[in-house]
């Protein structure tokens, strides 16, 4: 990190305006599932035992500019003062003078958080007027919101203008070195571990690993592009056909490196809507009937994908194998998830990229036997795409 952090700071007495991404499942007015805030607490404890008075921003869902009650930041509140065992406050608005008002009234070590910044548009639009608005809470800012990082936001990057000192929190520093880590200095073998369904989503991350990496393993939707491009039949299979030739040139310039199944699970039947698949069989990756949907990684290559891993000495892993929202077809993704647990055992460094992967490394059990799970999976995508991020940019340099 050439960046100012937050260890960096005199705290004592001052204002911390800090960008955090409580940006939460809800169910039924409640948090699902608290792990982004967790992910906050170490540098929320940082601040506030070192005397900072510590006012919070996130935005929760997509209420487009409207102030939808369902996406109150409210329930996160309730969450907080849980994890740290003593009541915080909260502001009904992120802007204005009642906010003024609470921010006023703060002590050395209390805590305030506000509403949904995304009740206004002009959080999205990165808005200069609402980012000075924003800004006049604060002495200093805090950006520890990985998840936002690769938006231009008022919060993540507008409100920077309005500060002499704006650092990065614990969270965005764990993430920086990890994923920075694993790029520019990993241990080798470096294998990286590509899913999903489309090949124009990781075409970028492809081209920037190719030269860093020993191997790189493909799964998922978009394994059927690289069939095509190989004249394979595919049958029902999911297809970017405008990306055959894409897939082509990847697979010339990628050489050995590339590796793609060997074999694939396919169905007669499948509706994604209604999370519903036919008996399933096995079939050589070359032997897809052509009224087939093929939906995961086979056994055979699942054998071979694990081999590469244990092998490993950095793995990274972004995107699930097959229809891992389905039981049936979620046999490869969770291989993977527990080959990548067994590596790290082994010694091995293993990021998972956030996103699918992280819910996919989750349902498998094995998140806490990982070395890092993203909590951002568009900004860990583009980071690993050789991408500036603009949250992170925006921050002051040491």
Excluded at 156 to 177: N, P, R, S, W
Excluded at 271 to 297: C, M, N, T, Y
Aim: proline letters at 4%; charged letters at 25%; glycine letters at 10%.
């Amino acid at each position: 990190m050439d960046k100012l952090t937050v260890e960096d700071l005199d705290l004592k007495g001052k204002r911390v305006l800090m960008r955090v991404d409580f940006n939460v499942p809800l169910e039924g007015g409640r948090v699902a599932n608290d792990k982004r805030i967790r992910a906050a607490l170490p540098s929320i404890k940082y601040i506030t035992s070192n005397g900072g008075k510590l006012i919070l921003m996130s935005h929760l869902g997509r209420p487009k500019g409207q102030r939808v009650p369902e996406m109150s930041l409210q329930p996160c509140q309730t969450v907080l003062n849980a994890l740290l065992g003593r009541k915080t406050k909260f502001a009904d608005d992120c802007i204005g003078p009642e906010v003024e008002s609470a921010v006023g009234s703060l002590n050395e070590g209390d805590i305030l958080l506000l509403e949904n910044l995304r009740y206004y548009h002009q959080e999205t639009d990165n808005d200069r007027e609402f980012a000075a608005q924003l800004a006049k809470f604060g002495d200093i800012y805090v950006n520890d919101a990985f998840g936002t990082a690769h938006r231009a936001h008022a919060s993540t990057e507008g409100v920077t203008h309005y500060f002499d000192q704006c650092a990065a929190g614990y969270l965005l520093m764990k993430e920086i070195d990890y994923l920075g880590g694993i790029l520019q200095n990993p241990d080798k073998p470096f294998v990286a571990i590509l899913g999903g369904a489309k090949i124009s989503g990781k075409i970028d991350i492809i081209s920037n690993l190719l030269p860093r990496v020993d191997s790189i393993i493909i799964g998922g939707g978009m394994t059927y592009t690289f069939f095509k491009a190989r004249g394979q039949e595919i049958g029902k299979s999911l297809l970017e056909e405008d990306k055959i030739d894409l897939a082509k040139e990847l697979l010339a310039q990628g050489g050995d490196k590339l590796i793609l199944p060997v074999d694939c699970r396919v169905s007669d039947t499948f509706d994604f809507e209604k999370r519903q698949v036919g008996p399933l069989k096995v079939v050589a990756a070359d032997a897809i009937p052509a009224d087939a949907f093929s939906l995961d990684i086979g056994p055979k290559s699942i054998e071979k994908f694990q081999s590469i891993i244990s092998a490993a000495k950095t793995a990274v892993w972004n995107g699930p194998m097959g229809v891992f929202e389905i039981e049936d077809t979620a046999r490869g993704t969770f291989a993977i998830a527990r080959a990548l647990a067994d590596a790290t055992a082994n010694g091995a460094t293993t990021v998972i990229g956030g996103g699918d992967s992280a819910s996919a490394i989750d349902r498998a059990g094995v998140a806490d036997k990982v070395s890092h799970v993203s909590t951002g999976g568009g900004a860990s995508l583009e980071f690993m795409e050789g991408k500036v991020l603009p949250g992170v940019a925006a921050l002051t340099d040491k």
